[in-house]
């Protein structure tokens, strides 16, 4: 399960533990959608034993591109990878 919490750190509860992933504070230009935005993009990944925080941080960020682009500006896999390759060291 992942419980998303706004700029707080979202909760991965797997393997009898809970990992706390990261936001990705962004200028907000349109908030409307991020939670659908991290939901599509945790499962475009997942697959049957793929890592839950990971998942959830490539969602984290999709999310973050979500609302930092205007309404109909949908962000795509490459510019999730993109992003996180800029914050590797994050």
Known sequence: ??????????????????????AFP?????DIGAGDAFHAAFLAIWRPGADPVACARFAAAAAALKI?????QLPMRADV????????DE
């Open 1 to 22: 399960a992942v419980i998303t919490r706004g700029l707080e750190p979202l909760l991965v509860l797997h393997d009898g533990r809970v990992d706390e992933v990261p």
């Open 26 to 30: 962004v200028e907000v230009v349109y």
């Open 68 to 72: 930092g682009r205007g309404a109909d």
């Open 81 to 88: 990878l993109e992003f996180l390759a800029a914050r590797a």
